[in-house]
């Protein structure tokens, strides 16, 4: 990729990542939003149809180094190579449909003036923030803050990337890729370092801040944020429940279980941690559960825990269940090796039960049974989260009904996470799992604030925006009042 002065874009073949010769990070969060600043004002007049070029060549930098970059996500989080490649794959998707809709959402359209503003052309616009600060976690460091990069890059903003202390590398290599199509601004930069510099990047003058993380690094966030009024939007952990009716597929149910709550060695903020069954088929269910798992290699078919602190979180939340009368269907508090989990389910486990009320972002099962799906949402919705849920049923339209009921920002009918996979679906939770949204046109105008105008169209014989107001338009104000909505 060459480029002119301006900023236009000339032939050739995007650059491969890596190869660039400026190094990933830049050096301070301060540094990088000052330069930021400038780079946000060329990107704003790029346009939409400009920066969907620059983003296109962004994601065909990341889909020709895709096996690079999932080697770099694998090695720095201990997953399997595949779950590394599809975050990659997903990554990419949302980078493009990002480039590809931000025009059809963000540019300005007509809204009707109404019969008092019938003189004025009312029309609504979205501008961007400015610069945006991401902040991302360790568990999917790409995947995640793409769902904010993408999505502010699409709608004009200048990105600072702080990934976690723990998946440097990924951030790095993202800014590679932005430098590798040799722009004329840094668009998209990368601090790295630990909580701290987050902090810094909170405070270092960006116009909205996007975290993804748990809910009490999130607290933290907002209060520095409060120090200068800087917007948030807060992606935070979650307790996802899995409902199981008494017609449901158990066979596949039993799949999406385990892959819901064991793929990623359960480090996922949407995976399954929680599954209430009918109390019918509970048996049923349990043993196909259980059945899959004894097929499942800890270790290959996933990876270790990424940071070695959660493993004693996960060991505390079993043997407190254990503790509280809870019963280990599969493993128990020994499944926990070092930094590889066995997979471990558990049954009868009390409500307060921090295994129940905490995330556990491990390979942990809690099943439970219920009377009915009724049952199911009232256990699913008394949780201080609200992220994702799933319900399985035969019946397409009780669990339709019963995903309307949950209280989440994400919910799947006879399937898990099926909403990572669709851009076009606005991600986020309610309660502890934070709020805003990324992802979507959602997740686009998340990126923006709302500029509404009105232009004088033509000069109304009515003079009631005025202080020339006349007995004769009051009257007629005064009839219209009660034509329209006194009758
Ligand atoms: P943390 O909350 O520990 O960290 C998230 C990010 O915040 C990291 O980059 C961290 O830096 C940074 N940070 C830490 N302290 C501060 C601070 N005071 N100010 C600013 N930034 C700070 O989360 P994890 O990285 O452990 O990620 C796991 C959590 O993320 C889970 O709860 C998971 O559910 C949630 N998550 C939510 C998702 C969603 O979309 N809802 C998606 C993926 C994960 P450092 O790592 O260097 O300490």
Redesign the pocket.
């Known amino acids: 990729m060459t480029q002119t002065e301006n900023g236009q874009r000339a032939d050739g073949a995007a650059a491969q990542a890596g190869t660039a010769a400026q190094p990933g990070a830049a050096a301070q969060p301060g540094a990088a939003v000052d330069a930021a600043r400038a780079a946000a004002q060329w990107w704003d007049a790029q346009d939409f149809r400009g920066r969907r070029g620059w983003l296109r060549d962004l994601a065909r930098v990341l889909a020709r180094g895709a096996d690079e970059l999932a080697g770099v996500i694998a090695r720095e989080t201990g997953k399997p190579d595949d779950d590394a490649l599809l975050e990659v794959m997903l990554a990419v998707e949302h980078l493009d449909w990002a480039s590809r809709n931000a025009r059809r959402v963000l540019r300005r359209r007509s809204v009707p003036s109404g019969v008092v503003g019938i003189d004025q052309a009312a029309s609504v616009g979205y501008r961007p923030y400015g610069v945006v600060g991401v902040?991302?976690?360790?568990?999917?460091p790409l995947y995640?803050p793409m769902?904010s990069i993408a999505y502010a890059l699409a709608a004009g903003n200048a990105v600072v990337f702080?990934?976690?202390?723990?998946?440097p590398g990924v951030g790095e290599w993202l800014a590679r890729a932005w430098q590798s199509l040799a722009a004329p601004q840094p668009v998209l930069q990368v601090v790295t370092?630990?909580?701290?510099?987050?902090?810094a990047?909170?405070r270092a003058g960006v116009d909205k801040v996007a975290?993804?993380?748990?809910?009490?690094?999130?607290k933290?966030?907002m209060a520095?944020c409060a120090e200068s009024l800087t917007p948030l939007i807060a992606?935070?952990?979650?307790k996802d429940a899995m409902l199981v009716a008494a017609d449901a597929d158990l066979a596949a149910a039993a799949g999406y279980a385990v892959f819901g709550g064991l793929g990623n060695a359960g480090?996922?903020?949407?995976g399954v941690e929680r599954i209430y069954v009918a109390e019918e088929v509970f048996d049923a269910f349990t043993a196909a559960v259980t059945d899959r798992l004894r097929a499942l290699r800890a270790g290959v078919d996933y990876g270790p825990m990424t940071?070695p602190a959660?493993t004693d979180i996960v060991r505390a939340q079993i043997a407190d269940a254990l503790r509280g009368g809870g019963r280990a269907l599969v493993g128990g508090e020994d499944s926990v090796r070092g930094r590889t989990i066995e997979p471990v389910v558990l049954t009868g486990v009390a409500p307060d039960s921090t295994a129940v009320t905490d995330?556990t972002?491990g390979p942990v099962l809690v099943i439970e049974p219920v009377a009915d799906l009724d049952e199911g949402v009232r256990r699913a919705d008394a949780s201080r989260y609200g992220?994702g849920a799933s319900v399985f049923t035969a019946d397409t339209d009780a669990g339709k009904a019963a995903a309307e009921r949950l209280d989440c920002g994400v919910v799947t009918v006879n399937s898990v996470l099926g909403f990572a996979g669709v851009p076009a679906l606005p991600?986020?939770?309610t309660g502890d799992?934070?709020f805003g949204r990324?992802h979507g046109d959602d997740g686009l105008r998340e990126f923006a604030t709302v500029k509404s105008m009105t232009v004088t169209r033509f000069a109304t014989p009515l003079k009631l925006m005025t202080m020339r107001r006349r007995r004769r338009d009051m009257r007629i104000a005064r009839l219209m009042l009660r034509v329209r909505h006194g009758r």
């Open positions: 902040i991302g976690p360790w568990n999917y995640t769902g702080k990934p976690s202390e723990l998946t370092g630990d909580g701290a510099v987050g902090a990047l909170c975290f993804t993380g748990s809910t009490a690094t999130a933290r966030v520095t992606e935070c952990g979650g480090q996922t903020c949407a940071m959660q995330e972002f992220l991600f986020g939770g799992s934070g990324i």
